[in-house]
DNA sequence: TTTTAGCACTTTCGGTGTCCGAGTGCTAAT
DNA sequence: ATTAGCACTCGGACACCGAAAGTGCTAAAA
């Protein structure tokens, strides 16, 4: 099942042409356009076999061909060349990293949205994978009706709930609530909180028995929930100009799986730190697949402990090349950001000089 | 320009069927299924009537009537029977509104999933209105090179941001900085940042001119953004089946709309407190004006000033008696919950006793 | 053995014509 | 003021047709 240069070639060169056009590419396109000095006869006895393997496939009999999943898996595995960003493109994409932006959510939500600027698909940026330990907990005092629980985690994400209370309280038991909740819970994940840590807590707490349960009940929802505030969508606008969502259903499935946003929490367990992975519609064995869809995303890692991701959406006919390139340079700078890391790794051609901090612990 | 009894009454039928059907509505259809004891022809003439002074249309001359926004109008005005809610309706609205739920921003999300779920129509939930003064600031040291920046605003609202530093801080220089913020910039709006302030706060800071500067940028966008990311937009999924949003560039127009997501916050300006306000689309003359859309919403308050708000966005053919009632019945409540005001307003027959809590202060 | 030219076949797509039904406006009779 | 009757209009569904694109196959050429 071995593919030979010249079905490379074939394949690669529809394939490049129908993630252009979006048209079935046939026979003759071929040899009009490129650098096969070889007759239309020929290519589509060569497409024929492609066929059979498996790698491309007819809309119907007298159709060009369009790639199959599997087509384009080997496509972005070893086929497509290397796109190298233009000067604009850098420029949108360094605009966002210079450093301007200092609160993560709103860095990562820019960072999403300049990729879609590029690349003209959705984006998504999605923040705190899976429940990672907590550091510590803080507390601040609003009013006698309210307070503030900050969830600070190891790996340097931050959680943080507005409580509204019925009851009232006092700056003192809020900082009571605060010790308890460090000397019991801290460390702990979602499982973990058990009867005896629960007893131990409420114990601390001493009269306050039903303050302490609400704090309990915020802190496991807290734990619990992948926060889907902190993922972000954007650019959905932009898919209905591609032909394949044009068709009313195909796009409601889209819409619902954006709806259901804990789903891309389930991204993070296909993620491979430092590497942008393409996840495609069809046949792929796995439930995000989605018809004539594709995704492309890239990891954020703080540490070496995978805490986001940063991505896009879009037909199945995208131009990967693109996109790859595009978010190994923006996750690359990101996660740098992010981390203050040891390791700067070079990007290609790196336009600019970007800043190296040294993390001094 | 008076409507007689006999018009009002059948531009209701026409409207109520048109709402429940979806198709335009000829007179044979009225005669037939009705109170009318008139034939078709009379019924012709009326709608003739009706369609001069604007209230109805047709799409093409051989096609029943349509209602136009100005129909609309006057049905939610003045025509529209009230709706009460059934059983398992209000079951939906107050599992909710239950006091389970002790996070503000979740309740709002939560609430405005359960009106989608009753209504079958998209629905948005806003938080964090119009920029209200600044109550005070306070600050959490999270590490060496971060921090959390937190505005409690005079209304009960709370913003934060996590901040990332290049420089590193100590608890002390943040203590400082937090001192610094309370006695200069409290009470302030954001234009209301001028000159004179920036230096008291950077005097006030000494030598870490640059770590300031960070704050102020900081503070800055806070006061200024209208916390987009307190805007939730949840089932524009629903949308997608009804007939009028198939057509692609509808939709689109409805999407985009969605992804300005600030623009929510210029709805407030149409609010009226404790009241549930529907625009049309179409020729009312308003910037949320979307062709075939309306928007139902109903402020929520806290303390008198408008916070944000609840509200359904569907086909301008919507269920407005359903809608305006799930509305009126949980704005009650959730302003109640919130802001644990001295009147309870009540509505129509509560189905389960409400708790009233009295603010004690 | 591989490549190519030629050709018959299949299928989609856009345009056209026809028919049917629903609903109207008008007019004359009640 | 209301109604019955009727001619008219328009959109939607359906079938039909020819053009265009692309194929697979076969037989000849390299």
Same mark, same amino acid.
């Given at each position: 099942m071995e593919l030979s240069e010249r079905k490379k070639a074939i394949l690669k060169s529809v394939i490049d042409s129908y993630i252009r056009t979006g048209d079935p590419v046939g026979s003759k396109s071929l040899t009009e356009s490129k650098q096969f000095s070889?007759?239309?006869?020929?290519?589509?006895?060569?497409?024929?076999?492609?066929?059979?393997?498996?790698?491309?496939?007819?809309?119907?009999?007298?159709?060009?061909?369009?790639?199959?999943?599997?087509?384009?898996?080997?496509?972005?595995?070893?086929? %497509?060349? #290397?796109?190298?960003?233009?000067?604009?493109?850098?420029?949108?994409? /360094?605009?966002?990293?210079?450093? #301007?932006?200092?609160?993560?959510?709103?860095?990562?939500?820019?960072?999403? #949205?300049a990729i879609g600027q590029i690349t003209n698909y959705a984006t998504f940026a999605f923040m705190g994978g899976s429940g990672s330990a907590v550091d510590r907990y803080e507390t601040v005092f609003v009013d006698e009706n309210s307070f503030l629980l900050i969830m600070i985690c190891k790996d340097g994400t931050i959680r943080n709930r507005h409580v509204k209370l019925m009851e009232s309280i006092t700056p003192d038991l809020l900082e009571t609530a605060k010790k308890a909740l460090n000397e019991t819970l801290a460390n702990l994940s979602a499982d973990q909180i058990n009867l005896t840590?629960?007893?131990?807590?409420?114990?601390?707490?001493?009269?306050?028995?039903?303050?302490?349960?609400?704090?309990?009940?915020?802190?496991?929802?807290?734990?619990?929930?992948? /926060?889907?505030?902190?993922?972000?969508?954007?650019?959905?606008?932009?898919?209905?100009?591609?032909?394949?969502?044009?068709n009313v259903a195909k796009f409601q499935s889209i819409l619902s799986l954006f709806e259901q946003r804990?789903?891309?929490?389930?991204? %993070?367990?296909?993620?491979?730190?430092?590497?942008?992975?393409?996840?495609?519609? /069809?046949s792929e064995q796995?439930?995000?697949?989605?018809?004539?869809?594709?995704?492309?995303f890239h990891?954020?890692?703080?540490?070496?402990?995978?805490?986001?991701?940063?991505?896009?959406?879009?037909?199945?006919?995208m131009d990967y090349k693109k996109v790859v390139a595009s978010l190994d340079y923006f996750a690359a700078g990101l996660t740098e950001?992010?981390?203050?890391?040891?390791?700067?790794?070079?990007?290609?051609?790196?336009h600019e000089e970007r800043k190296i901090t040294h993390g001094g612990e």
């Open positions: 070889l007759s239309s006869a020929t290519i589509r006895s060569e497409m024929n076999d492609l066929e059979a393997m498996g790698y491309l496939e007819q809309p119907h009999t007298s159709a060009g061909r369009v790639p199959t999943a599997q087509g384009y898996r080997t496509y972005v595995d070893s086929l %497509m060349e #290397k796109y190298f960003l233009g000067m604009e493109e850098l420029e949108v994409l /360094d605009e966002v990293m210079s450093g #301007k932006m200092v609160e993560v959510g709103k860095l990562m939500d820019e960072a999403a #949205k840590v629960i007893l131990e807590f409420e114990e601390k707490m001493g009269e306050h028995r039903s303050f302490a349960t609400t704090v309990l009940r915020v802190v496991h929802e807290m734990l619990g929930s992948y /926060d889907r505030e902190k993922v972000h969508i954007d650019g959905v606008t932009k898919l209905l100009s591609y032909p394949e969502f044009m804990q789903r891309f929490a389930e991204l %993070m367990q296909h993620a491979v730190p430092g590497q942008t992975s393409v996840i495609l519609g /069809d796995n439930e995000f697949a989605l018809p004539d869809t594709g995704f492309v990891p954020i890692t703080v540490g070496g402990k995978v805490v986001g991701a940063i991505g896009v959406i879009g037909p199945q006919r950001q992010i981390s203050l890391p040891e390791v700067t790794t070079e990007v290609q051609g790196t």
